[in-house]
T-cell receptor
Framework: NAGVTQTPKFQVLKTGQSMTLQCAQDMNHEYMSWYRQDPGMGLRLIHYSVGAGITDQGEVPNGYNVSRSTTEDFPLRLLSAAPSQTSVYFC???????????FGEGSWLTVV | GENVEQHPSTLSVQEGDSAVIKCTYSDSASNYFPWYKQELGKRPQLIIDIRSNVGEKKDQRIAVTLNKTAKHFSLHITETQPEDSAVYFCAASIVAAGNKLTFGGGTRVLVKP
């Protein structure tokens, strides 16, 4: 049982490039979400999903896309990277019956 | 949407003293309130949580209280130790709406030996 797995852990992008942050969980959780954390701040919700095929926007969705084709995977796509997207990204999951939210280890993204 | 405010932003205490962090929330529908400890370069780590049908919860040196009427909740750490030094975040969510969290701005706690 690996929990929530994120890849890559570190990435440097040039402005305008696109990339996908991968997130997978093996706990059969219905709920999955992506957060970003800027230096000295709390986490902010980018997108979330309540089940396969269902996604919705969070507080800061601009510049990001998500899809949820399976229960296990919830990738986050940066369409055209900008320096303002330099941040640490955390994926999280939880079940519908339990409150505990499990976080991945984070992905450090730098856009130059 | 939900708004969570957290105070203080920094807290320095002497080892053995108590630390208290307070949060307020705006959405009365929120029903799950976790507290996370985050060390530098690490993921948030759940230290304690409380549901809206409970007023207080304790786990060893850590306790959380919730006042639904006033829409605020607090974290209490007793007998602080140097390893308690970290950034602490409060958060609120509505479980049935996807359990998506709204975080407070964080409190940097420094426990001086």
């Amino acid at each position: 049982n690996a929990g929530v797995t994120q890849t890559p852990k570190f990435q440097v992008l040039k402005t305008g490039q696109s990339m996908t942050l991968q997130c997978a969980q093996d706990m059969n959780h219905e709920y999955m979400s992506w957060y970003r954390q800027d230096p000295g701040m709390g986490l902010r919700l980018i997108h979330y999903s309540v089940g396969a095929g269902i996604t919705d926007q969070g507080e800061v969705p601009n510049g990001y896309n998500v899809s949820r084709s399976t229960t296990e995977d919830f990738p986050l796509r940066l369409l055209s990277a900008a320096p303002s997207q330099t941040s640490v990204y955390f994926c999280a999951s939880s079940g519908v019956s339990g409150n505990t939210i499990y976080f991945g280890e984070g992905s450090w993204l730098t856009v130059v | 949407g939900e708004n969570v405010e957290q105070h203080p932003s920094t807290l320095s205490v002497q080892e053995g003293d108590s630390a208290v962090i307070k949060c307020t929330y705006s959405d009365s529908a929120s029903n799950y309130f976790p507290w996370y400890k985050q060390e530098l370069g690490k993921r948030p780590q759940l230290i304690i949580d409380i549901r809206s049908n409970v007023g207080e919860k304790k786990d060893q040196r850590i306790a959380v209280t919730l006042n639904k009427t006033a829409k605020h909740f607090s974290l209490h750490i007793t007998e602080t130790q140097p390893e308690d030094s970290a950034v602490y975040f409060c958060a609120a969510s509505i479980v049935a709406a996807g359990n998506k969290l709204t975080f407070g701005g964080g409190t940097r706690v420094l426990v001086k030996p």
